[in-house]
C-alpha cells in the first residue's frame, strides 16, 4: 500500500496511450477497462454484460479515441471479444493469465511460472521505479494489494489461486487484472515491433 500511495504523488508524464481489458466471465462480474496515458492512469470503465459483441464494439470506440494499445484477457471467452476486434482490423494483444511468462523481468534468481505473476510483478517493478502515477480509487486500491504470492516451493514465482483471492475479497478482482493488462500491452508492442523491424529489415 506504501507503493500504492507513493504513486499518487508522482507527476503527470501524458505520452503513449494504452488500454487493458479484463473481460466478465459471468453476469456477476464486470467487463473493466483500465486506461494510462504515458504514466498516468485515467479512471476506469465498466460495464456488465455477457455480449461480446457490445464489449468488442466498446473497445473499437476507444480505440478510435486513441487507445491504440490494447491487451485483453482471452482466458476464456475473452477469445470471442479479440476475435471481432481482429475481424475489424483492431490489433490487440491477448493475453491468457496461465500461458508461460515472457521473461521481461527475469534474472537467475527470478522467474515467473506464468504471464499473470509477470504482469503483477510488472506492475510492482513500476511502482517501485516509481514510473506510474495509479488512479485514487479505493476499491481497486483493495484489489491491487491483496494479491499474494503462493510459491508452492517452486523455483518460479506463482501467485495464489484467482478463486482463493475472490473469496477474500469478496469479488473478482477486475480493476487489478485490467490494470496489470494495460501495462503489460506496453512489453507487449515493445516485442511487436522488434518482429516487424526483423521482418523489414530480411
Known sequence: MHQVHRSLEIQEERGIKTMGIDIARSGKDETVFAFFDGNTQLPFYAMR???????????????????????????????G????LKSRAIPCHPVNFGSSAKGFLNTPYRQFANAR?????????????????????????QEITAVRIHSLGSEKYL?????DLKKRLGRSPDR???????????????IRKKQESKVYLM
Open 49 to 79: 454484460t455477457k455480449d461480446l459483441l457490445e464489449i468488442a464494439e466498446k473497445a473499437e470506440s476507444f480505440y478510435k479515441q486513441g487507445w491504440e494499445i490494447i491487451s485483453l484477457d482471452d482466458t476464456g471467452v475473452g477469445g
Open 81 to 84: 471479444v479479440k476475435d471481432i
Open 117 to 141: 505473476a509477470e504482469m503483477y510483478f510488472n506492475l510492482d517493478d513500476e511502482l517501485k521505479r516509481c514510473h506510474i502515477k495509479l488512479l485514487d480509487d479505493h476499491k481497486f486500491h
Open 159 to 163: 501467485l495464489e489461486d484467482k478463486n
Open 176 to 190: 487489478a487484472d485490467a490494470t496489470v493488462l494495460a501495462r503489460y500491452g506496453l512489453k507487449l508492442e515493445e
